[in-house]
Structures are given as structure tokens and as C-alpha cells.
């Protein structure tokens, strides 16, 4: 009897910790790719920066900047130019900033680099445009 239990005991505790490790968080990198595809079906693979003091999970900071620049996209009212460059991350005082770099084509039609900064929190809340 005593046996059965602890192999039960056993059994259960190498499931539960299998099933911890499937779990596991990926931390965002110093740098890396971020995919991203606007509604007309253009695809970009924005380089991002990372600098910031605290460690986010990759899933929270890729939804925080899915809504940066969603939130840039229509800011610039130039949906079919905007062409997003780099993202930079860094901490500020209180909050985590991003800096977005894009161009869109002006009257001219000619590039023109625009570069909004966003705040954001370590739970991918993105908040307001700032300026800097």
C-alpha cells in the first residue's frame, strides 16, 4: 500500500512538473524581428530593439506593439505608404517607451520619416503618445 502511494505520489509530481516546463515564459531578446502584415496584405519584418530595465514575455511585448503600430497606422492617415522601419525599446522613469520610426509618402511624394514615441507597461498596455 505504502508503495502504490508513493509511485502514485511519484507519477503525479513528474506530470505536474512536465507540464510546468511546457509552460515555460519566452523572454524578449536584445534584438529581433517582429512580423507584421497591414490589411492590404503587405508584410514587414520590423527590427526591434530592445532596451529596457525590465524583463516582458514575447507574446506581451509583440501585443503591445501590434497596437503601437496599428495605433501609428492611423495617426499618419496614410494607410497605403506607411512603411514602418525600426522600433526602438527603452525605460523611462515610470513607464517602458517604444519609439516607432516610419515613412509615408508626402504631397511631394517623396519619403518622409516620421518617428512617434509610445508608453507602454510590462502587461502589453499600450497607453499614450508622448513626446519627446
Known sequence: ??????????????????????????????NYLFSWQKANGDTYEI?????????????RLDRALMQILLKSLLKSRDFESFTPEQVTLFSDVNN?????VF???????????I???FTFDKYGNVFDQIDL
Open 96 to 100: 517602458e517607451v517604444a519609439k516607432i
Open 1 to 30: 500500500m505504502y508503495l502504490k502511494m508513493c509511485v502514485s505520489l511519484f507519477f503525479s509530481l513528474m506530470i505536474s512538473l512536465n507540464f510546468a516546463f511546457e509552460q515555460e515564459v519566452q523572454l524578449a531578446p536584445k
Open 103 to 113: 515613412t509615408i509618402l508626402d504631397a511631394a511624394e517623396k519619403e518622409q520619416e
Open 115 to 117: 518617428i512617434y514615441y
Open 47 to 59: 527590427p526591434v530593439e530592445n532596451n529596457l530595465k525590465s524583463t516582458i514575455e514575447l507574446k
